[in-house]
């Protein structure tokens, strides 16, 4: 099998890779907005070239594209860990509407996301991440679903023009429900992760549109999964950089780190980390771009995420030495990043447990 790129995501690569560069770089000179990520300079840069409506629809100004191309822009923005709301945006929200959502909820929602509107997605819930089967509740009234439940673990939700929620509708049957974060009903609170803010979302009798129809649910967990692994992959793979430039160009005993044989090994079981869950991305986000059924590859993405990436970053903060540990320096930022992904899928636990299940199912 071929897993390089074509030429239509290779250029995409290299301008992501362009525009994030010469952001951070700006970025040591002057601070790069208020912190939130909806306002950077990143934020508008990324916006500007375009690659923020790589999945809209063309008649709208985007490319067409799809989860492919996402999760190529998604794993270059981890590469930097840069801190903008692109997950949100792009895996949870614009590849779902754009897949599921009727030409008028396309207009409103993908319409600006070219100029740097944000989307999300509720899909976690207390003790329950990515659950297919929410209990939040939704009652049809007409053209509505009046919604009631708990959702944790929203990123970017106070920023967002619309939330994903999905729900269990009463009668039976699950659906996603868009609501706006500032409708009735509708109260956000803070929480702080390890690298920055979530959401805890209340629904009390809030109002709202459903989107698609019965497949949207089961699909937007995948679109989600596949912007997470890809997010992670590009996190795994700039700590990888990160550290073998550290142990290439750090001395000891007149000898660079690298050269120690205890180092390269446990360097070298970084790399195979890093190169197992890029290709296992790359092959589950190929098969959902193509529609073809992409559960397995998920699974092996997500335990490979949840498992082996933690305790990557772990090796990499250990051949850095105290350096490793300083939350200025860059490793900080993609060490960060990883946990908070690993607690959107749930731990290895939940990953070991959904790929159980489908083995079960055989």
Known sequence: MDFALDDTHQPLR?????VLVRERDRSRNAPDGDGSGTGSRTWKALAAAGLLSLAVPERLG???LGPLATAVLLAEIGRHAAPVPALA???FGVLPVARHGTPAQQDRLLGEVGSGQVLTAALGEPSAPLTPAPRTSARPDGAELVVTGTKTDVPAAAAAREILVPVTVEGGGTAVALLRPDAPGVELEPTSTSGGTAWTARFAQARGERLGGADALPDLLRCARAGICALGDGALAGALALT?????????FGRPLAAFQAVAGQIADVHIAARTL?????AACWRLDERRPA?????????????Q????LHTCHHLHGGIGLDVTYPLHRHHSLVKDLT???GGPGSAVDARADRLARR
Do not use: K, M, S
């Open 295 to 307: 559960e397995e590859d998920l699974a092996v993405a997500a335990l490979w995420l949840t498992e």
């Open 309 to 312: 990436a933690p305790a990557a």
């Open 62 to 64: 985007g490319a067409g």
């Open 343 to 345: 607690r959107l899928l």
């Open 14 to 18: 290299e301008l992501a890779n362009d």
């Open 89 to 91: 945006t792009t895996a």
């Open 244 to 252: 073998t430039e550290h142990v290439r160009t750090r001395t000891q």
């Open 278 to 282: 890029h290709l296992a991305v790359l």
